[in-house]
Structures are given as C-alpha cells and as structure tokens.
C-alpha cells in the first residue's frame, strides 16, 4: 500500500523556538495533505489542509501564523510550528491524498514536546 | 461533526470475535463507511470500508445494515496486538475532505 512518512518521529525543543515537521508521500503524488493534533486521550482534529503550490487553508481556531504549513512539491508538506510554547506539546500526524487514486493515507505522527 | 457514535469502551478475550458497533444514521446515499485503528503513539491504520455490501479483507469484516444506518466491525480472532481505539467514519469515497474523527471505541484485548 501506499506509504506517507513523518519526520522526526520525536522532537523536543524549548519554548520560544520553531519546529519543522516533515510530511512525505513516498509512492505516489499528493495534491493535497492534511495536517491533524492530537492531544492525550483525544481524537485527531484537523488542523489545515495544503494543496500543492497554493496556501493553506486552516481550521477555525487555528493560528496560520504560528503553524506555517508548506506544500511546495507533490510529495512533500511541512508544518512549521513557530515560537513554541509548552501547550504546543502535542502528537502531529499528517496524511496525503493520493493525485491518481484520490485515497488518503496517514503518516505515523510525530510527538512534539516543547519544555 | 463525527456523523458517527460508537461506544467509548469494549474489552474482548483474547482469541474470541471483537464485535464493534457504530452508528451512522443520518449517513447518506455516496458516504462510505470507513474503519480505521489507532494503536498507541502511532498513526491511524486504515481497516476496512464498504458502502452497502459486507466486506471481508484480511484484517475485519464489516457488517452493513441494510438501511445503513449502522454497522458492526468484526476483528474475528482478537489478540493482544489489536488493542487499540477504533474509529467508524462516513464520507464520500475518494472525495478531496478530510475525515473527521470522533472519540471512537477504546478496545482492550483481555488475556
């Protein structure tokens, strides 16, 4: 099956500092990725969705400047989660929608904690 | 909104059928019912979908009401390794939205 990569799987970082995460499609080509939070013993509730070559759009309630999301090829998006702060700490998982088959496939998640 | 309600909670014995339900009522005629897993710290895990007929993959079954309204997911031999929370989702097959998950079903494998 079709296979979406995260890295890292784990980072921590201090508060004040900015985070990358990286979204990979390694088989097929995404149009559009999703990106989802996921707090302790919550569901996944989605964040923003970025298509290729054009701006985010972003769930309500959801910073656009803090969480910077890049979609600038068809198999990669980064969620840039900017001057962190330790209610950031959260479990990050991305999937992308396949440009052929238009099925979606998640990623295994990255936790982020920020101290 | 989840569009979808399911127990917080089952336990199942190791070795016997998990049986877990979901309720779709207001789902409509092109939504697909969707099965995914979350084991801890992990990614979801895709199961199973099906729009009106049963299906049957290597991993579950899935029971579709016929007026659709509900269904059950069937993990036929649960081990320990499917403890995990499951989520049921409605949405239009390879669709461009995202899924929208609810809280989902805690399932604790007993040995």
């Known amino acids: 099956g079709a296979v979406v990569s995260q890295h890292p799987s784990r980072v921590i970082c201090k508060s004040g500092t900015s985070v990358k995460i990286e979204c990979r499609s390694l088989?097929?080509?995404?149009?559009?990725m999703f990106w989802y939070r996921q707090f302790p013993k919550k569901s996944l509730m989605l964040m923003a969705t970025s298509n290729e070559g054009s701006k985010a759009t972003y769930e309500q309630g959801v910073e656009k400047d803090k969480f910077l999301i890049n979609h600038a090829s068809l198999t990669l998006s980064t969620l840039t989660v900017t001057s962190a702060h330790p209610e950031d700490s959260s479990f990050y998982i991305c999937s992308a929608r396949d440009r052929g088959l238009r099925e979606q496939y998640f990623g295994p998640g990255t936790r982020l904690t920020v101290t | 909104d989840a569009k979808t309600t399911q127990p917080p909670s089952m336990d199942c014995a190791e070795g016997r059928a998990a049986n877990l339900p979901c309720n779709h009522s207001?789902?409509?005629?092109?939504?697909?019912v969707y099965w995914y897993r979350q084991i801890h710290s992990q990614g979801p895990q895709y199961i199973i979908h099906g729009l009106k007929n049963n299906e049957t993959n290597e991993m579950a079954s899935l029971i579709i009401t016929e007026d659709r309204k509900s269904s059950t997911l069937i993990l036929p031999h649960a081990t320990l390794r499917d403890t995990a929370v499951y989520y049921c989702i409605v949405r239009v097959a390879l669709g461009g939205q995202n899924f929208v998950f609810g809280p989902g079903t805690r399932l604790s494998v007993l040995p």
């Open positions: 088989d097929f080509q995404a149009t559009t």
């Open positions: 207001t789902i409509s005629g092109n939504e697909y």
